[in-house]
């Protein structure tokens, strides 16, 4: 039986409202009914993550906004590519409350073509995936973040971005005494 109508008066079952992660839900209801079933994609822009403040905000508009405007019942579908060990799919994945679920590319990559298992070789067979790692051979964080779903942070690396200088070995070789050579 339908409880609710529309604005013309015709009765519907259910009801399906879109917003933007930025904009008001805090309290979104119809009727007296909250939200049965939330589904929220790709919350976190690459932006957002360079920015400690935009995302502790985007935290707390999870957490204080988004979160709590559920049914008692309600279920979750968060849909996204990690962008940072520091993001929201991170923290739930950290949660044993949550069930995540992650569906990269593959299994794992670099490998031969005998031992690739794909997850969606329709759209990604092992030669789309092994040109896309290779164009991306100048920033493999970006391949494994977008396609194998491993944000790698730079906090994390050993040695950071544009700290390694390349010098000629003729500038070495003529200058050897300046060096401790072992």
């Given at each position: 039986?339908p ?57 707390e ?34 949660n ?32 789309e ?33 544009g700290?390694?200088q ?6 070495i ?9 072992y």
């Amino acid at each position: 039986v339908p409880k609710y109508k529309d604005n013309l008066g015709n009765p519907y079952v259910f009801h399906i409202d879109g917003s933007s992660f930025s904009s008001r839900v805090r309290g979104s209801k119809v009727g007296d009914d909250r939200p049965q079933l939330i589904v929220v994609d790709d919350v976190l822009t690459t932006d957002m993550m360079r920015s400690e403040a935009k995302l502790l905000q985007a935290k707390e508009t999870w957490a204080k906004d988004v979160y709590p405007m559920q049914d008692d019942n309600a279920k979750f579908i968060y849909i996204g590519t990690p962008v940072s060990p520091k993001d929201i799919i991170a923290d739930l994945e950290k949660n044993s409350l949550w069930k995540v679920h992650k569906f990269p590319v593959c299994e794992k990559f670099p490998c031969e073509k005998e031992e690739f298992k794909g997850h969606w070789e329709v759209k990604f067979p092992y030669e789309e995936v092994l040109q896309r790692y290779q164009l991306s051979s100048d920033d493999l964080g970006a391949f494994y973040q977008e396609y194998m779903l491993q944000p790698i942070s730079q906090a994390g690396k050993l040695v950071q971005e544009g700290t390694l200088q390349s010098i000629p070995v003729s500038i070495i070789r003529n200058n050897l005494e300046h060096y401790n050579i072992y």
